[in-house]
């Protein structure tokens, strides 16, 4: 069996390379996979064929997520692969806004010349900054990226307050136990000297930190967004600064109305853009991709509940349908009415979607056509799939 795999955006080729020689890369306009990074899926059109698409990287807003499962597309993404590479951003901003160094470069290129040492040495005290040690940060929002982040302030000398109301359990394991737990978002702002903010965006977090997060937050303090435009409002964060309440504000995600404004510094989305993370990402979506399409398991999806079952029968049905009373019951009985033995089976569901898994020793040519079809045509199904073991 091959399958075709269409990719978009700079894939790195050590994920390229990872796929075996049953996966063809961007031959063909009918792809069984999409790989991608931060392209905006949110308004395509979906080819018949696809059957999952995986996001190299963590955010997952630019997939219409409810729109692909009716599609009966698994929707993947890689977690933490580019956790550290956004830590490591992160952290080297913390600094380089405490020590001043934007404006002191900026100062540095306009005072060349004849009498640099002596007016660089009666300047200098303007570019006077503090230091990380014994300050507070606060994370909002624990996962892959906010988990680290804790972390390494904490080896830094730093105080940490965390928020996190989802936090899983997995999640909360990798936590370090010096990390004090905050209920709401105000009291863990309220005595920070540092905010940054790593969580994904949704319905719920948009402008997850808005004017009167920012008002309860300490004076002179410096703002992080490197999860999303967005999730902090920044016409807020820009008043704010003008106000002299923030002492800076910094993100990865650019808009007019923040652009060339004095301590706000504005990166163009590139915390997860390293050689490493790249790489991670790639690789673990490859993966995730063969995975997906040889055997039906669904570890990591975003949309589909996470199933991995042993694949030892020769053929393996997977549907993927609404979370509704009788399903399994009507896809077990087209399965006897066509005299098909069941070797195992499993089902799973997530919020209003469930996937079901039919392992099956025999099967002929028609009966498998007939078998997918008959599972299609039940209306609460949105894709029934027959894979063969390899
Ligand atoms: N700037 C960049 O290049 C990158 C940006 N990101 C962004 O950062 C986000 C976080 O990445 P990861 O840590 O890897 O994801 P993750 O899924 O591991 O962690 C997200 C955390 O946010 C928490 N959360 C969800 N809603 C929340 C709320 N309302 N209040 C507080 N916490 C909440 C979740 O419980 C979870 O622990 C991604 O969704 C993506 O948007 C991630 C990687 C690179
Ligand atoms: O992983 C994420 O959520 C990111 O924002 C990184 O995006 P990118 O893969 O660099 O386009």
Same mark, same amino acid.
């Given at each position: 069996?091959?399958?075709?795999?269409?990719?978009?955006?700079?894939i790195?080729?050590s994920?390229?390379?990872t796929?075996?020689?049953?996966?063809?890369?961007?031959?063909?306009?009918?792809?069984d996979?999409?790989?991608?990074r931060?392209?905006?899926?949110?308004?395509?059109?979906?080819?018949q064929?696809?059957?999952?698409?995986?996001?190299?990287g963590?955010?997952?807003?630019?997939?219409?997520?409810?729109?692909?499962?009716?599609a009966?597309?698994?929707?993947?993404?890689?977690?933490?692969?580019?956790?550290?590479?956004? %830590?490591?951003? /992160? $952290?080297?901003?913390?600094?380089?806004? #405490?020590?001043?160094i934007? &404006? +002191?470069?900026a100062?540095?290129? *306009?005072?060349?010349?004849?009498?640099?040492?002596?007016?660089?040495?009666?300047?200098?005290?303007?570019f006077?900054?503090t230091?990380?040690?014994?300050? %507070?940060?606060? /994370? $909002?929002?624990l996962?892959?990226?906010? #988990?680290?982040?804790?972390? &390494? +302030?904490?080896?830094?000398g730093? *105080?940490v307050?965390?928020?996190d109301?989802?936090?899983?359990t997995?999640?909360?394991?990798?936590?370090?136990?010096?990390?004090?737990?905050s209920?709401?978002?105000?009291?863990a702002v309220k005595?920070a000297?540092?905010?940054?903010?790593?969580?994904?965006?949704?319905d719920?977090?948009?402008?997850l930190?808005?004017r009167n997060?920012?008002?309860?937050?300490?004076?002179?303090?410096?703002?992080?967004?490197y999860?999303?435009?967005g999730i902090?409002?920044n016409?807020a964060?820009?008043?704010?600064?003008?106000?002299?309440?923030?002492k800076?504000y910094?993100?990865?995600?650019?808009?007019?109305?923040?652009?060339?404004?004095?301590?706000?510094?504005?990166?163009?989305?590139?915390?997860?853009?390293?050689?490493?993370?790249?790489?991670n990402?790639?690789?673990?979506?490859?993966?995730?991709?063969?995975?997906?399409?040889?055997?039906?398991d669904?570890?990591?999806?975003v949309?589909?509940?996470?199933?991995?079952v042993?694949f030892?029968?020769p053929?393996?049905?997977?549907?993927?349908?609404?979370?509704v009373p009788?399903?399994?019951?009507?896809?077990?009985?087209?399965l006897?009415?066509?005299?098909v033995?069941?070797a195992s089976?499993s089902?799973?569901a997530?919020?209003?979607?469930?996937y079901?898994?039919?392992d099956?020793?025999?099967?002929n040519?028609?009966?498998?056509?007939?078998?997918i079809?008959?599972?299609?045509?039940?209306?609460?199904?949105?894709?029934?799939r027959?894979i063969k073991?390899k």
């Amino acid at each position: 069996m091959t399958y075709q795999v269409k990719t978009f955006n700079a894939i790195a080729q050590s994920g390229l390379d990872t796929f075996n020689d049953n996966f063809k890369i961007n031959q063909t306009d009918d792809p069984d996979a999409y790989l991608i990074r931060s392209v905006n899926l949110r308004d395509a059109e979906f080819p018949q064929s696809l059957k999952t698409i995986v996001r190299a990287g963590a955010g997952t807003n630019n997939v219409p997520i409810h729109r692909a499962t009716e599609a009966g597309i698994a929707v993947f993404n890689t977690p933490g692969s580019n956790a550290n590479a956004v %830590k490591e951003l /992160v $952290i080297s901003l913390m600094i380089s806004a #405490s020590r001043n160094i934007f &404006a +002191a470069n900026a100062y540095s290129n *306009n005072h060349v010349g004849a009498d640099v040492s002596k007016r660089t040495e009666a300047d200098k005290t303007k570019f006077n900054g503090t230091e990380l040690m014994g300050k %507070k940060l606060a /994370v $909002i929002g624990l996962g892959h990226v906010g #988990s680290l982040v804790a972390e &390494a +302030a904490l080896e830094l000398g730093m *105080n940490v307050i965390g928020y996190d109301p989802y936090l899983s359990t997995d999640a909360a394991w990798n936590i370090n136990n010096h990390v004090d737990r905050s209920n709401t978002i105000k009291q863990a702002v309220k005595n920070a000297d540092y905010v940054t903010v790593h969580v994904p965006k949704n319905d719920e977090t948009y402008k997850l930190i808005d004017r009167n997060v920012i008002e309860a937050m300490k004076q002179n303090s410096i703002l992080f967004n490197y999860s999303r435009l967005g999730i902090v409002d920044n016409e807020a964060a820009l008043e704010a600064v003008l106000d002299k309440k923030l002492k800076y504000y910094v993100t990865d995600f650019g808009e007019p109305i923040i652009a060339d404004q004095e301590n706000v510094i504005v990166t163009p989305h590139i915390g997860g853009s390293t050689l490493e993370a790249e790489s991670n990402g790639a690789t673990q979506a490859a993966n995730t991709v063969m995975r997906y399409l040889e055997t039906g398991d669904t570890v990591q999806s975003v949309n589909l509940p996470a199933m991995k079952v042993p694949f030892e029968a020769p053929y393996r049905f997977t549907v993927i349908h609404k979370n509704v009373p009788n399903m399994v019951g009507q896809i077990t009985t087209i399965l006897a009415q066509l005299n098909v033995n069941i070797a195992s089976m499993s089902n799973a569901a997530k919020k209003d979607t469930a996937y079901t898994i039919i392992d099956v020793d025999d099967l002929n040519a028609e009966n498998s056509i007939e078998l997918i079809q008959k599972i299609d045509q039940i209306p609460e199904v949105y894709r029934a799939r027959l894979i063969k073991h390899k």
